[in-house]
């Protein structure tokens, strides 16, 4: 059972999808910026080459996309500490590669993940899928924030018609220092 997600719809499961979060020169721009600086493909089983960035020139869309999710899902402004962007990575996959295995983006060497984000940067006939069944579809501009743990297990999905595919994404986590 496969759907996509609408933009801006409240779910259950805190998954929060919204379309034109980034404009198509935007989009475009960020590839052209980071695609040179990737590392190497070095055939790992994720099959991505990645660049970490701590330069956000969309920082004022993420502060909107936060209060959006806090304001969506009311609880989630009740933690005991306050989120911060730690990690922003540019994901390039070359056609034929996508990453294949379910994950989360919580675990023992990142358990400071509060939640993920995701920024299409390329349209595709496929997307993010979760182990629930539900995919939310690559379009370009378009982000997905979703909680960072098991409860949202998810991959990718391989692109049918082979070509590159262009992601930006990154982590909200709790900050070490607000204790």
Not at 38 to 57: A, L, R, V
Not at 99 to 111: A, L, M, P, R, T
Not at 126 to 131: H, I, K, P, S
């Amino acid at each position: 059972m496969s759907s996509d997600y609408q933009t801006k719809k409240k779910h259950k499961d805190f998954t929060l999808v919204q379309d034109n979060f980034l404009s198509n020169n935007e989009c475009d721009e960020l590839v052209e910026k980071y695609k040179n600086l990737t590392s190497e493909f070095d055939n790992n089983k994720y099959g991505y080459s990645s660049y970490f960035t701590n330069n956000i020139t969309f920082s004022d869309q993420l502060k909107t996309l936060i209060d959006t999710y806090t304001k969506t899902f009311k609880e989630s402004a009740l933690t005991p500490y306050p989120w911060v962007l730690k990690e922003l990575r540019f994901k390039w996959f070359k056609p034929g590669n996508w990453f294949k295995d379910f994950h989360c983006e919580h675990g023992y060497d990142n358990n400071k993940r509060v939640l993920n984000f995701m920024i299409y940067l390329s349209d595709h006939n496929c997307g993010t899928e979760f182990y629930t069944g539900e995919v939310i579809k690559s379009i370009k501009g378009r982000v997905a924030m979703f909680p960072a743990y098991f409860t949202h297990l998810h991959r990718g999905q391989q692109c049918p018609d082979n070509h590159d595919r262009y992601i930006m994404g990154g982590y909200f986590n709790y900050e070490d220092n607000q204790r």
